[in-house]
């Protein structure tokens, strides 16, 4: 059973998520929504995302059990919450992100997936007020708009198979970075970094 059944449920869910990125002085720099489960990867100035996290998945879960004329539980457990190093990973989680519906099989293409901020990213959709494409996309340097979408399109698509950090944000690690980060890292430290959140259903498998 999914979380998503129709267009109307990932359209609400989108529209959930935007009101909570901006009642909780979110940044969404990118997410995905699957039949099943979603990711998205915020910056956050609090230490957590339980709050804001338990707001989203609770507004969604009741007015798609009301919907869809269901009781009980549309998630369950607690949400998966990595805190990710800014330099070099940001980009990585980003392409892994808008890859998932391509290694899912569900498009050939990350762009041809509407359920995701990837189309809006790389200027192939209208753009979403929520969304903070030029965080990531001001990892390719300071040119043109265009430029850089073509630059960040081209480092998405260009990888075959997943690498050793694309298994790393599939694991179990609490803080996605290297040696000198994860040393470095406290309470303000998390301001330099984002969190990425996935949200399974009861239906879905433990793992990633």
Not at 94 to 120: D, F, H
Request: proline content about 2%; aromatic content about 12%.
């Amino acid at each position: 059973m999914h979380i998503f059944l129709d267009d109307l449920d990932y359209t609400w869910f989108i529209h959930f998520l935007g009101d909570v990125v901006e009642q909780f002085d979110l940044e969404c720099w990118s997410y995905c929504l699957m039949p099943n489960h979603y990711h998205v990867a915020l910056w956050t100035n609090e230490a957590t995302l339980s709050e804001p996290m338990r707001n989203l998945n609770g507004r969604y879960a009741q007015w798609w059990n009301r919907r869809h004329d269901r009781v009980g539980h549309v998630f369950q457990g607690r949400f998966k919450e990595q805190i990710v190093q800014r330099q070099d990973y940001l980009l990585a989680l980003c392409r892994y992100i808008a890859m998932n519906p391509v290694r899912a099989g569900l498009v050939s293409r990350p762009e041809q997936w509407k359920w995701s901020s990837y189309a809006t990213t790389i200027g192939n959709a209208a753009s979403e007020p929520f969304v903070v494409s030029a965080a990531v996309l001001r990892q390719f340097g300071d040119d043109e708009l265009a430029t850089l979408q073509s630059r960040f399109a081209n480092f998405v698509t260009a990888a075959t198979t997943e690498d050793f950090t694309d298994a790393r944000i599939r694991s179990n690690e609490h803080v996605l970075g290297d040696a000198t980060y994860k040393r470095s890292l406290n309470t303000s430290a998390l301001n330099e970094g984002s969190a990425v959140a996935e949200r399974r259903d009861r239906w879905t498998a433990a793992d990633v």
